[in-house]
Nanobody, 128 residues
Framework: QLQLVESGGGLVQPGGSLRLSCSTS????????IGWFRQAPGKGREGISC????????NYADSVKGRFTVSRDNGKNTAYLQMDSLTPEDTAIYYC?????????????????????WGQGTQVTVSS
């Protein structure tokens, strides 16, 4: 069973940066695409990025394109989401997720139904 753990959330001022990590000690993360999602209070879960198993392909939602960067280090069994130029609208719980089959990101990379394994989430709060 693939168990994912997010870390790196916290409180940051507008314009600041955070780097989230997604790791697992129960599986080899390398072959699996990793999706990043977020859920703000009172809103649905939004898919914001995905990186393929090799790291060669990435996808971004328009809401984060140019500000967020997804990457991975398969040697460390970890994926990352670098978040820059943060605004209060980025405040949410952030989740990483993986499909149950290795390979590239799902065609609908932002659809939660494409993913089978989820982390518990990490809170990101952007406020002055």
């Amino acid at each position: 069973q693939l168990q994912l753990v997010e870390s790196g959330g916290g409180l940051v001022q507008p314009g600041g940066s955070l780097r989230l990590s997604c790791s697992t000690s129960t599986f080899i993360l390398g072959p699996y695409a990793i999706g990043w999602f977020r859920q703000a209070p009172g809103k649905g879960r939004e898919g914001i990025s995905c990186i393929s198993g090799t790291g060669a392909f990435t996808n971004y939602a328009d809401s984060v394109k140019g500000r967020f960067t997804v990457s991975r280090d398969n040697g460390k069994n970890t994926a990352y989401l670098q978040m820059d130029s943060l605004t209060p609208e980025d405040t949410a719980i952030y989740y990483c997720a993986a499909p149950d089959k290795p390979g590239v990101c799902p065609d609908s990379f932002g659809s939660a139904s494409e993913y089978d394994f989820w982390g518990q989430g990490t809170q990101v709060t952007v406020s002055s």
